[in-house]
């Protein structure tokens, strides 16, 4: 009999396979971005059916197959059911994911991302906390985790613009959304980190063009 694996991580896709089943890309801490495979979820009355499903954290046990896991059970921490209500946190949070999948690969610690991308969605919900700003704060963060990134940016800019940016790299991942800015400086950062990924990444994000657009329709 197979033995059954433990590892904490999120699940960042969930795709249905045939009649009743799904397939799961999780980001997980020591294995890094792993598929696994949720046999019946789909079916009626499945007890795993909640767990998975996009940004769910926790701990997943896992069946170790050849090419891919087959889940078996989880003991989830957060269902984030209060971003799937919301249109608008949902498109920031779908993003997110998606970006972390971008990033991820299998068999490296992803601890780092796992604990941004976190914080990054509790944010989402902190209306304290723009989601205009939890945006570049995560992007240029994840960049800086990966090793993508500027010192600092290009440009003549705003004092409060170039600490932003050094205390977003500077700063452990539970205290990043402790600041905020004026709308001038939140603009010039946003800029700043734009530049930023057009010169470090080269894909085109499905989910960050249907947050476009919702924000687009929103004003």
């Not at 795709?15 to 997980?28: C, F, K």
């Not at 299998?106 to 991302?113: F, G, L, R, S």
Request: charged share 25%.
């Amino acid at each position: 009999m197979r033995e059954q694996i433990s590892v904490t991580g999120m699940v960042l896709m969930a795709a249905p396979v045939g009649e009743y089943d799904r397939r799961l890309v999780i980001l997980t801490r020591g294995r890094g971005k792993i598929t696994a495979f949720a046999r019946g979820v789909r079916r009626p009355g499945n007890q795993l059916m909640a767990a998975a499903a996009p940004f769910v954290f926790g701990k997943f046990l896992l069946y170790e197959g050849r090419d891919a896991y087959t889940l078996a059970g989880a003991e989830v921490e957060n269902y984030f059911r209060e971003i799937a209500g919301d249109m608008e946190a949902a498109c920031y949070g779908s993003y997110f994911l998606e970006m972390a999948d971008y990033y991820g690969r299998e068999n490296i610690d992803a601890t780092e991302t796992l604990r941004l991308l976190y914080q990054s969605l509790r944010a989402l919900l902190k209306p304290s906390v723009p989601n205009r700003l939890v945006k570049p704060v995560y992007e240029l963060k994840l960049m800086e985790i990966n090793g993508e990134y500027r010192e600092l940016p290009l440009g003549r800019l705003n004092d409060s613009t170039l600490y932003a940016w050094q205390y977003v790299l500077a700063a452990p991942v539970e205290s990043l959304y402790t600041f905020t800015l004026t709308d001038q400086v939140l603009g010039e950062f946003v800029r700043c980190v734009e530049q930023n990924k057009e010169r470090f990444i080269d894909k085109t994000f499905h989910s960050l063009d249907i947050l476009n657009a919702v924000m687009d329709n929103a004003t």
